[in-house]
């Protein structure tokens, strides 16, 4: 008798149970569906940030999903570059256009605005000045391949991008330099890669060919306090291990003034190097890398000349 | 004891919800542009049809190596059976007119299966658990937003998911009348002939009949059941997979070694799993467990384990003698075996990364069935009514529990394989996880509309991971006009499209680099997440 009471209050209470989870199912969908953004939303969130952008603001999306939505709706105030991954260096006001209550700061924004579910924040910022970004002038610099005692000129080429389609590394640039056309893989030019975790690094693809170097050359560049010099491997190759690192060497007037050694599964990597002894002047500065395979060795540098100031 | 038959009214059941599915499916077919696999097996089937055609017309060269091997080395990583029923219906379309499109033709046997699965589903069901448990089991099973998309398909998922729960189905009738035995023989062929997923059910029988004369043995019952599956099973079912696959009828041992090989040591399908974007093994062993909660609705779970725990005591591993004799037991063991070992071998470190929930989807079916078990142990079924809710609060609570199935297989639809139920969040909660968006890109479809608008005069699209073959299968079935073309290259295209999956983020960035600019044209989102961005070149 005790046991078939009891066994009847637990088939209740599963019933209750039941229903709670069924009425929970049936309106969460709700909940979720009303809570999505609306087009209106949109359009007032990205007029607000366009009527108040300035040169030098820099605009983020969060969660990192709601991206091609903030691209879509605001992409021509964006280049490649300040579309990539960095520190933000040059940037003067960073907004942030954001979903779900999410938000890439605890710390308490200069502005802050609600539209239909969106929300944007504005912070001013304190980064690194920026005195000359290596990516953006690679066009103008010299490249040469070493080959044994031979060094070869790479040609600039105006062409068509090359690539595209999974597991196919970086798009080559319509711009780019063209060392050796056997070899399609040898080129040099500013394109933007999926590092190990997949974020977008705008760099210069500057594919190792072997234990002679690669070397690209920029003349009368301006100097800061520090030369930050980042880099890695397209996600295809860096994911795997077993193949020789890469090496970046970098050279100031000819003077070996750094190096970035890069190893797989190391992702994107950074080393700063003190430049104030020549800070405010023009020097030569060139970028080598090396490798002693250059089997799939897709390796992309970004290096920017800056004058340290503190971070927000 | 043989189990009970179906009285005539459960069969005309059972016969309902078989052509009430496939109409529903055939209805909204169309809204499902072809996935990857399957424009391949469309592909195959063309193919396959010919030479069927050839076979009739001019046997003698039909049946030669050269002929088929012709026809059949395409796609030839894939036993034959229901690429021969695509091929079939194909023909069908082609000779006849039957269907409104090609891809329609192509899916049609999959949707059979489909239909024949919930039929299925509800006469197992009916003799175990009574017709109240059996019909929400298949309702159940018809309403999970991810088999709904499956059970679309010109592909094998569902269809093996059907002849694996038939093969089971047939075993158990088998142990009581040996008459059944051919069929497990026959059902376990086509299985084998149409995906691997087969191969692991000798493995749950034999653990299965084991515990069954274990049990007998305990209880001294004197009346064994029958073995004549084993054999049937061992020797029917080869021969089945072989008769069905021209391709295995030549240079047969290595061709069906390759064919092993190719499944065994499986590329690996990134998967994103919680912010994770795996390429290779091992895959979390939570995967199939955590996925199955967030893409089954959650009642159906729920239920699924209040049935296990109604019959915990039966299921409980010293497998003590019920009350209700062997036969309700037998079947929940097998039920439960059948329910986890697709799971579970998913879940093991060593199993290539397959992707998505349709590898072990295997197991929906008897998720379904122990749901229904759930349901009558709260609602009482007409041979057990000392818990039985009253008439009206019982159709209302049946009805209850069914409902979020309803909706969210309606709601997912055309975006199957993106839709995430509310415990995860729905799909945008999924995309805050880090969760997979989708494959097989087949949500351009939803973008047919947009793109025709965008290229009034024509144009070139890079497809992202749409296949030629599925673009084609659009242009076919009127979705998009011929003058829309693919791209060979990116840069050359006038639109590219990007499907997001978290390791196709190359693939974004290819577009901007390759269009100058960060800024799609277009996004094409679902409960505000994006699915496809479309970029325009200068």
């Not at chain 1, 000359?132 to 005692?149: K, L, N, Q, R």
Request: charged fraction near 15%.
């Amino acid at each position: 008798m005790a046991e078939a009471i009891s066994k009847s209050a637990v088939v209740r209470w599963a019933r209750l149970a039941i229903v709670a989870i069924a009425l929970f199912e049936l309106i969460s969908p709700w909940v979720i569906t009303t809570s999505v953004p609306t087009e209106a939303g949109w359009r007032e969130a990205t007029a607000f940030v366009r009527s108040n952008f300035e040169p030098g603001d820099r605009i983020a999306a969060t969660p990192q999903w709601i991206s091609p939505l903030v691209r879509a709706e605001l992409g021509d105030l964006l280049t490649l570059r300040t579309a990539s991954e960095d520190d933000l260096p040059g940037a003067s006001r960073l907004w942030e256009v954001s979903t779900r209550g999410s938000s890439s700061s605890a710390a308490k924004p200069a502005v802050e605005a609600q539209f239909g579910g969106i929300q944007v924040r504005r912070w001013p910022l304190s980064t690194d000045e920026l005195v000359f970004d290596f990516v953006e002038y690679v066009a103008d610099a010299e490249v040469t391949w070493v080959d044994g005692e031979h060094s070869h000129p790479c040609a600039w080429r105006d062409a068509p991008p090359a690539g595209g389609g999974l597991g196919r590394g970086p798009m080559a640039p319509p711009g780019r330099f063209v060392c050796d056309r056997r070899k399609p893989w040898l080129w040099v030019g500013a394109t933007v890669m999926a590092d190990l975790d997949l974020l977008p690094r705008r760099c210069v693809w500057q594919h190792p060919a072997g234990t002679d170097p690669v070397r690209t050359r920029f003349e009368q560049v301006p100097l800061g306090d520090t030369l930050v010099v980042e880099g890695a491997l397209d996600y295809n190759n860096d994911r795997r291990e077993g193949r020789s690192p890469v090496l970046l060497r970098v050279f100031i007037d000819g003077h070996l003034a750094g190096e970035l050694r890069h190893r797989d599964r190391t992702g994107w990597t950074r080393v700063e190097v003190d430049t104030s002894r020549f800070s405010g002047s023009t020097r030569e500065v060139w970028f080598e890398t090396t490798t002693p395979d250059p089997a799939a060795r897709t390796f992309c540098w970004s290096a920017s000349a800056r004058n340290h100031r503190g971070q927000r | 004891m043989s189990p009970r038959r179906l009285t005539r009214s459960e069969w005309w059941v059972g016969a309902s919800l078989f052509i009430g599915y496939v109409m529903i499916l055939v209805w909204t077919s169309s809204d499902l542009a072809m996935s990857r696999d399957e424009s391949f097996y469309a592909q195959a089937a063309e193919y396959y049809g010919r030479w069927l055609a050839k076979l009739f017309s001019d046997p003698s060269f039909a049946l030669t190596q050269a002929s088929i091997d012709d026809a059949w080395r395409y796609n030839w990583e894939h036993p034959a059976w229901m690429k021969l029923m695509f091929a079939w219906s194909w023909l069908a379309h082609e000779t006849l007119g039957l269907f409104s499109s090609a891809s329609l033709a192509i899916r049609f046997p999959g949707m059979v299966t489909a239909g024949l699965l919930l039929w299925l589903i509800f006469a197992w069901g009916t003799v175990v658990l009574g017709a109240r448990g059996a019909l929400f089991a298949s309702l159940a099973f018809a309403t999970m937003p991810r088999v709904f998309y499956h059970a679309h398909l010109a592909a094998f998922d569902v269809a093996i998911a059907f002849l694996v729960t038939l093969t089971a189905y047939t075993y158990w009738r088998s142990l009581t009348d040996r008459r059944w035995a051919p069929l497990v023989g026959l059902a376990f062929g086509l299985a084998l002939a149409t995906k691997h997923n087969s191969w692991m059910l000798p493995a749950i029988f034999a653990i299965h009949y084991a515990w069954v004369r274990a049990q007998d043995a305990r209880h001294a019952r004197s009346l064994r059941p029958s073995m004549w599956w084993l054999p049937a099973m061992l020797g029917l079912g080869p021969i089945v997979f072989f008769a069905t696959w021209p391709w295995v009828w030549f240079d047969s041992w290595n061709r069906i070694g390759a064919y092993v090989r190719f499944h065994l040591q499986h590329v690996h399908y990134t998967y994103e799993y919680f912010g994770v974007s795996y390429f290779e093994p091992p895959l979390p062993v939570s995967v199939p467990f955590v996925m199955t909660l967030f893409t089954v609705p959650i009642t159906v779970v729920a239920l699924a384990i209040i049935g296990l725990a109604s019959r915990r005591r039966e299921l409980a591993p010293n497998w003590r003698p019920g009350p209700d004799g062997s036969q309700d037991t037998r079947v929940e063991v097998l039920w439960l075996g059948c329910l986890l070992a697709p799971l579970v071998a998913i879940a093991l470190p060593s199993t290539p990364i397959f992707g998505g929930t349709k590898h072990w989807i295997t197991a929906y079916p008897f998720l379904a069935l122990w749901s229904g078990r759930g349901l009558i142990s709260l609602i009482g079924n007409t041979g057990n009514l000392a818990n039985a809710l009253p008439g009206l609060r019982r159709v209302v609570f049946f009805c209850l529990c069914l409902a979020p199935g309803v909706t969210q297989a309606a709601h997912s639809h055309p975006f199957g394989l993106s839709h995430y139920g509310p415990v995860a969040g729905g799909t945008p909660g999924a995309a805050d996880l880090g969760m997979n968006r989708q494959f097989w890109g087949f949500t351009t479809g939803s973008l047919a509309s947009w793109l025709t608008e965008r290229l009034p005069q024509g144009g070139s699209v890079w497809t992202g991971d749409t296949t030629w073959g599925a673009w084609k299968m659009m242009q076919a079935d009127g979705l998009l006009p011929d003058n829309i073309v693919p791209a060979r290259s990116m840069a050359q295209a006038d639109l590219i499209l990007v499907h997001h999956e978290a390791h196709f983020r190359e693939v974004d960035y290819q577009a901007w680099v390759s269009s100058g600019s960060p800024q799609p044209v277009h996004v094409l989102t679902y409960d505000g997440v994006p699915i496809i961005s479309v970029y325009e070149n200068p």
